[in-house]
């Protein structure tokens, strides 16, 4: 995979290094449960992420001007989607560390990982999640000109041993080409 850049930003592969990055992030209470998943617990549960869950379609978000890293991205395929797709569609999950929060970094990254995926991967369609307490993801996706197509009102977290709501957004080629 090669590296995809913004203005401000650089999305590449995560790296075993980049294990303190993440815990930094990724152990706030504020981050993981609004996406499904529990905080990290130290370094080595990062380290255990970035080896076994990543893959080649998860991106680390740094900034452009320090390599600092800030936040993650993905493309999520039939393997990994939460949903059922088909193989020419991907499901984009993305999450910012709080000191980011607000800034636009989560859109300006997921406009050209959407531009990767349909330019590049030819992709049909993207699907993109959110529970519906996280008014931020959903902010995120109406930027993006994601349409709200249904709802799973009681969808278990595993992760988290709960029932939440989940929305659920699509965006179509044909509506990308349109933006």
């Keep these: ?23 930094e992030l990724a152990k706030d209470h504020e981050i993981g449960p609004r996406c499904g998943w529990l905080p990290h617990k130290d370094v080595n549960e990062s380290l255990n992420i970035i080896c076994n869950v990543f893959d080649e379609n998860t991106y680390a978000i740094a900034l452009k001007d320090t390599n600092q890293i800030i936040g993650c991205i993905s493309l999520m395929f039939k393997d990994k989607a939460n949903l059922s797709i088909l193989e020419d569609e991907a499901e984009l999950g993305y999450w910012i560390g709080r000191p980011y929060w607000n800034q636009g970094y989560v859109s300006e990254a997921a406009k050209t990982l959407i531009r990767y995926g349909f ?16 008014l931020a993801s959903a902010r995120v996706k109406e930027k993006l000109g994601f349409k709200h197509e249904y709802i799973i009102p009681n969808k278990f977290v595993t992760a988290l041993n709960v029932y939440k709501e989940d929305r659920v957004a699509l965006l179509t080629r044909a509506m990308w080409e349109k933006l």
């Design 1 to 23: 995979m090669t590296n995809l850049e913004t203005k401000r930003l650089i999305l590449r592969n995560w790296k075993s290094e980049d294990k303190d990055s993440l815990y």
């Design 119 to 134: 330019e590049s991967l030819h992709l049909s369609k993207i699907w993109c999640l959110n529970f519906s307490d996280n």
